[in-house]
């Protein structure tokens, strides 16, 4: 109701109904601007996709190939990110990237540049925003796949002569290739539906299909031409979600495949292909400087860091005595959030934030549960397309599905309420908290369930009694999770707050947008210290849960 009869309302509205008419279409494709906006899209999604594989390959291979201190701090400057709000790690790049930001503060005190450069509201700050944005998307999927490829083919490979580069690129590379399809899909489609980093960081040169979106529904309010710029990117990512599913299939990239069923030729080219690979990188390999095996470590270290960065030092500056950026910073005091604390609209978006979040929590809780419990003991006909169906809100652009739940809230007089806000919210929110459970179900043993009901126990009881005392941590962890979701959310704001509900993200997106002002910063780094809050309980239950 909340997901697929908002997405067919949208495309019914493109149409122009009740006139029905292509004219819409007509004209996105005959408009110069509206083919360089999706060039623009495109681009940017491009070049932020193939610096994200770059960057992110070698934390991935240390985060599976590494001891466990180096292991540790990798997942943590992975996770952590992820989980922090994007408006506060946008907001971070301002401060970092802008004429008097700390890049162009530090390049002077060194003498490299007599001037400051412009490295904002341009595409160069999109590109570095989005990229370090998107980064953990790239990484996790990639790092699932490397944590089960056995290391003892590697050995393998060394022992029958191959240098570590060759056992590289013709072992490991080719059987973490499912983490980088799926990672590279992932990262490349959340690319066409970024919005916030491209508005805050982008200049009028670099508009890109979710602002064209935005400025049509929102500022012009026309509806119909929104709605078919909205169904044009849903299109584009549906295409390649096909497209990425004939080069691999899903299934195996899900591990439901092991792609045994491949033609026999195809393995027999693939096979001489990588022993040519494999000669050639032996004979590479001799002229390589040799790092004793701590060369990607240590790159991976680095790299770590600097995604990390940002946030740290946004939290740095949140308790500078100064009332405006200077790094480094003159003292330190808590004026930023004293200031924070003594500001009535700062606390009552606070509030709003919380009540809507924990709204949404609740129902995204209850549903995905049941979604959970359904799919992983019930037996469903179609269950790969239900799995599909409940996924898509995290796959679709968020923007997307936010315009269209808008037009349905609108229709019921939802819109502008904090109740349509959370049920958007929740809708956003369930497939996280599927995942989580279902992860859980996996691991525990039916056959306690089936003594119960042997014993008498009825559905209901068994579930009371035995089901959900053993999942409970599982949805303790989702419901956190959802909270999160929901909490640091700007573009379901936008759209379906209309301007009457004024949560503490949207808030913040108001003061980055008119003055920058350093209480962001504390409000920014209070975002995070709650997304460590969420990790961390979340690890502490599930040690409790293995022990």
């Known amino acids: 109701?909340?997901?697929?009869?908002?997405?067919?309302?949208?495309?019914?509205?493109?149409?122009?109904?009740?006139?029905?008419?292509?004219?819409?279409?007509?004209?996105?494709?005959?408009?110069?601007?509206?083919?360089?906006?999706?060039?623009?899209?495109?681009?940017?999604?491009?070049?932020?996709?193939?610096?994200?594989?770059?960057?992110?390959?070698?934390?991935?291979?240390?985060?599976?190939?590494g001891g466990p201190t180096l292991r540790t701090f990798l997942l943590i400057a992975v996770v952590l990110p992820y989980f922090t709000s994007v408006l506060a790690r946008t907001f971070a790049w301002i401060v970092l990237l802008g004429r008097g930001g700390i890049v162009n503060e530090i390049l002077l005190q060194l003498g490299l540049i007599s001037q400051p450069i412009t490295m904002l509201y341009n595409r160069f700050g999109v590109i570095i925003g989005m990229t370090h944005i998107i980064m953990p998307l790239m990484i996790?999927?990639?790092?699932?796949?490397?944590?089960?490829?056995?290391?003892?083919?590697?050995?393998?490979?060394?022992?029958?002569?191959?240098?570590?580069?060759?056992?590289?690129?013709?072992?490991?590379?080719?059987?973490?290739?499912?983490?980088?399809?799926?990672?590279?899909?992932?990262?490349f489609i959340y690319c066409l539906g970024f919005y916030i980093t491209p508005a805050l960081l982008g200049g009028l040169a670099d508009l890109t299909i979710t602002m064209?979106?935005?400025?049509?529904?929102?500022?012009?309010?026309?509806?119909?031409?929104?709605?078919?710029?909205?169904?044009v990117l849903l299109v584009t990512v549906l295409v390649i979600l096909w497209i990425g599913s004939r080069l691999f299939p899903i299934q195996q990239l899900l591990g439901f495949s092991d792609g045994i069923g491949r033609d026999a030729a195809a393995r027999q080219m693939g096979a001489r292909w990588l022993m040519h690979v494999g000669s050639a990188a032996n004979a590479l390999d001799r002229w390589l400087?040799?790092?004793?095996?701590?060369?990607?470590?240590?790159?991976?270290?680095?790299?770590?860091?600097?995604?990390?960065?940002?946030?740290?030092?946004?939290?740095?500056?949140?308790?500078?005595?100064?009332?405006?950026?200077?790094?480094?910073?003159p003292g330190y005091s808590l004026r930023n959030y004293q200031a924070y604390a003594s500001s009535a609209s700062w606390i009552e978006a606070t509030f709003t934030s919380i009540r809507v979040a924990?709204?949404?929590?609740?129902?995204?809780?209850?549903?995905?549960?049941?979604?959970?419990?359904?799919?992983?003991?019930?037996?469903?006909?179609?269950?790969?397309?239900?799995?599909?169906?409940?996924?898509?809100?995290?796959?679709?652009?968020?923007?997307?599905?936010?315009?269209?739940?808008?037009?349905?809230?609108?229709?019921?007089?939802?819109?502008?309420?904090?109740?349509?806000?959370?049920?958007?919210?929740?809708?956003?929110?369930?497939?996280?908290?599927?995942?989580?459970?279902?992860a859980n179900l996996r691991d525990l043993?039916?056959?306690?369930?089936?003594?119960?009901?042997?014993?008498?126990?009825?559905?209901?009881?068994?579930?009371?009694?035995?089901?959900?005392?053993?999942?409970?941590?599982?949805?303790i962890v989702a419901a956190f999770f959802a909270f999160l979701t929901s909490f640091d959310d700007v573009i379901y704001v936008l759209f379906l707050g209309i301007g009457t509900v004024n949560t503490l993200p949207m808030r913040m997106w108001e003061g980055i947008k008119q003055d920058v002002n350093p209480i962001i910063s504390a409000v920014a780094t209070l975002q995070t210290a709650l997304a460590a809050i969420v990790i961390i309980v979340g690890a502490l239950l599930g040690r409790r849960k293995n022990t």
């Open 1 to 65: 109701m909340l997901f697929v009869v908002p997405l067919a309302g949208l495309l019914v509205i493109s149409l122009g109904m009740p006139d029905w008419t292509l004219t819409h279409y007509l004209r996105i494709g005959d408009s110069p601007v509206y083919a360089a906006v999706l060039r623009t899209t495109l681009e940017i999604s491009l070049a932020v996709t193939t610096l994200a594989f770059v960057l992110g390959y070698p934390i991935a291979y240390a985060l599976t190939t």
């Open 212 to 231: 064209a979106i935005s400025t049509q529904v929102v500022d012009q309010l026309n509806w119909n031409f929104g709605s078919a710029l909205s169904v």
């Open 289 to 329: 400087p040799s790092f004793g095996g701590r060369g990607i470590p240590i790159l991976a270290v680095i790299l770590a860091t600097l995604l990390l960065l940002p946030v740290l030092i946004v939290a740095y500056l949140s308790f500078s005595s100064s009332p405006y950026f200077v790094f480094p910073v």
């Open 140 to 187: 996790l999927p990639m790092a699932t796949v490397m944590s089960g490829i056995d290391q003892k083919l590697l050995r393998a490979a060394r022992a029958n002569g191959a240098s570590p580069l060759a056992a590289f690129l013709t072992v490991f590379l080719p059987l973490s290739l499912p983490g980088v399809i799926a990672g590279v899909l992932l990262v």
């Open 445 to 475: 043993n039916p056959a306690c369930e089936r003594a119960a009901r042997s014993l008498g126990a009825g559905p209901l009881a068994t579930f009371r009694t035995i089901l959900a005392p053993l999942i409970m941590p599982a949805l």
């Open 358 to 438: 924990l709204l949404a929590a609740g129902m995204a809780t209850v549903l995905g549960a049941m979604l959970a419990l359904g799919l992983s003991r019930g037996r469903i006909r179609g269950r790969g397309a239900m799995v599909a169906l409940v996924l898509s809100p995290i796959i679709m652009p968020t923007i997307v599905v936010a315009v269209a739940t808008y037009f349905l809230l609108v229709q019921v007089g939802l819109q502008g309420t904090e109740f349509g806000l959370a049920l958007g919210h929740a809708v956003h929110a369930i497939p996280f908290v599927v995942v989580i459970v279902v």
